[in-house]
């Protein structure tokens, strides 16, 4: 610990409203907080950011060795990995993390805007690229199926209009203050919720634009991005869409996990503190206020908490004698994913960073998923090569393969028997869908299944962006940003409002600081 201390302690005061809307009442001081964050993850470093930019003092107390949670990279015979996140959007959000702090943000965090989004095949030998350019893509959607360009057009705009919708209320504030609801715009926003096409699932709205099952199957792939069925998941989730196709996808000069590394640099020379090597034990709570934290017998006090672990375990484990909110614990968790890193022997010039190979069967692919807790003979295979866009990060002459499926969340199936099937079927797709014997190319292999991804960033069951979304109302199910019982608690990161993935882990950060402005500053 710094040795710190706040000049004088701020509680606010905490009426409840109906609905789970909650009216904080701020004291009269200006104050700055000992603040400690549990959890190194991108919301956890993004808060410790904002929060020391604010004049607070942070301290992040992390388990695992290095900064970045499931953004992370690793090593292995030559090859650098990526280890979870791939694809990158919005990166103004980072950027304004630079900002805040009064830095260069293009000298510090270099980052590339791609020609190519993805490259998706599929099984009848199609082959269509999602060109960044609207108008390209949509062109060559119509070259290539039998949709028309303009439907295209149509869709990517009625995406923007959604988006323009429901950012201001369901992703960039509070969802659960009275105050998010007073605001202008978001009275505007909330005269538009009709049009949010919650009432039909994304598979039906899709077959609405588009006659091309293939096209129709390209756009229901965005329900994945928060690991929901789009044959399930309310059509709102075509916002998903806009940001790829309308804003751009972006990759980071020396990779993805230069998010985690540039942000976990910028905040140390801010002066936060990092503890790495560190699980918390408890989060200590004294008359309804949060005390600090535990780590073995170690009492460490604080003025507030903020929790980036995942909020199962949160409530779970360090705050077992408080009451925890299980309506929103048990709600179902998103898709969690089974990914094989291979050192490939061979360059594959025909590849770009991002490549789908679609199953034939996607409503079988899900079908399994999600009501089997299986995984698919057929799945869908997403391969991310950095390689192509650094080329330090292979040999000469080889690729490093991210080859990713989307699997059920963890939930004690035979992990050992399934990750040993999904491998033959991958393999015998890539090897038929590119016309090479990729198993005699694989160099070198590690496995991250769902099992690994709970032990190493305590997400519960091993889920990639906590709850579902494949209910209308799981925007209002995910957990608030702060705690309505323990006051100077907080919460940020993808398993609390307003989800999971890079963009809303970030989003979740800002939102965490500006209550925590607001409230106890
Ligand atoms: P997490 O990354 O979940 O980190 C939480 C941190 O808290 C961990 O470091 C953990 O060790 C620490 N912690 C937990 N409990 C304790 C404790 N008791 N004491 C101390 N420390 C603790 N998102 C995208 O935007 N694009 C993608 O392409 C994408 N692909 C993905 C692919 C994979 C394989 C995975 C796993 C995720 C992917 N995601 C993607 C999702 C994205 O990675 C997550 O939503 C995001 O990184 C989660 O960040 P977080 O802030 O919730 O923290």
Redesign the pocket.
């Known amino acids: 610990m710094t040795g710190w201390k706040p000049v004088l302690r701020s509680v606010s005061k905490q009426f409840l409203l109906p609905g789970s809307l909650y009216l904080h009442k701020k004291e009269p001081f200006h104050l700055a907080h000992n603040i400690i964050i ?7 470093l993004a808060a410790a950011i904002r929060l020391q930019a604010q004049g607070h003092q942070v301290s992040v ?4 060795t290095k900064p970045g ?3 992370n990279q690793f090593f292995q015979d030559g090859f650098r990995f990526d280890a ?4 990158f959007t919005l990166p103004e959000q980072v950027e304004e993390l630079f900002s805040l702090a009064g830095k260069n943000a293009q000298e510090e965090f270099p980052y590339e805007s791609l020609p190519i989004i993805t490259r998706y095949q599929y099984e009848d030998g199609t082959v269509l690229h999602a060109w960044a350019d609207p108008k390209a893509f949509a062109q060559e959607i119509q070259e290539k199926t039998d949709d028309e360009a303009a439907q295209v057009e149509k869709f990517l705009q009625k995406s923007q209009e959604l988006y323009g919708i429901t950012s201001h209320v369901f992703l960039e504030r509070s969802l659960h203050q009275l105050s998010t609801y007073l605001q202008k715009d978001t009275l505007k926003s909330m005269l538009k919720l009709h049009k949010l096409d919650a009432f039909r699932s994304m598979n039906r709205a899709n077959k609405g634009y588009f006659s091309d099952p293939r096209v129709v199957q390209l756009f229901n792939r965005y329900a994945t991005y928060n690991g929901s069925n789009p044959y399930v998941a309310p059509a709102t989730l075509n916002i998903i869409a806009h940001l790829e196709h309308n804003l751009g996808a972006f990759f980071p000069k020396k990779g993805m996990y230069q998010i985690s590394e540039s942000l976990y640099e910028l905040a140390v020379e801010l002066g936060v503190s990092f503890h790495f090597g ?3 034990d408890e989060i200590t709570v004294s008359e309804k206020s949060v005390t600090g934290i535990r780590i073995g017998e170690i009492p460490i006090a604080a003025d507030l908490v903020v929790s ?3 909020v199962v ?1 949160t409530y779970r484990h ?1 705050l077992a004698s408080e009451k925890a909110p299980e309506r929103t614990l048990t709600q179902p968790r998103s898709s969690s ?1 089974l ?1 094989f890193y291979w050192g490939m022997e061979a360059l594959f010039p025909e590849l770009d960073l991002h490549n789908i190979f679609f199953s034939q069967d996607y409503s079988g692919e899900f079908e399994t998923m999600w009501e089997e807790a299986g995984i698919s003979d057929d799945p869908t295979v997403y391969l991310y090569i950095s390689s192509k866009q650094v080329p330090d990060d292979a040999p000469a002459g080889k690729e490093n393969w991210f080859v ?1 499926i989307n699997v059920p969340p963890q939930n004690g199936q035979n992990w050992d028997a399934l990750v040993a099937q999904a491998r033959k079927h991958i393999i015998a797709k890539l090897s038929r869908m590119l016309g090479r014997d990729i198993e005699s190319l694989i160099s070198s292999e590690s496995v ?1 299944d769902p099992r690994r ?1 709970e032990a190493e ?3 519960y069951q091993g889920a ?2 906590g709850n579902s979304s494949n209910n209308r109302f799981a925007a209002f199910l995910r957990h608030p940003n702060f705690s309505p019982r323990i006051k100077g608690l907080y919460f ?4 609390v409002h307003p989800g ?4 809303l ?1 970030l989003l979740s950060a800002r939102i965490v600081s500006d209550l925590i402005e607001k409230r106890h500053t």
């Open positions: 549990i959890g190194a993850g991108i919301g956890g107390y992390e388990a695992g949670g499931k953004l979870g996140p791939s694809l560190q699980k918390v980036n672990a995942d375990p360090l994913a990914i990713m991250l991804i960033t305590s997400s990639l962006y940020c990161g993808g398993s999971g993935g890079i963009p882990c």
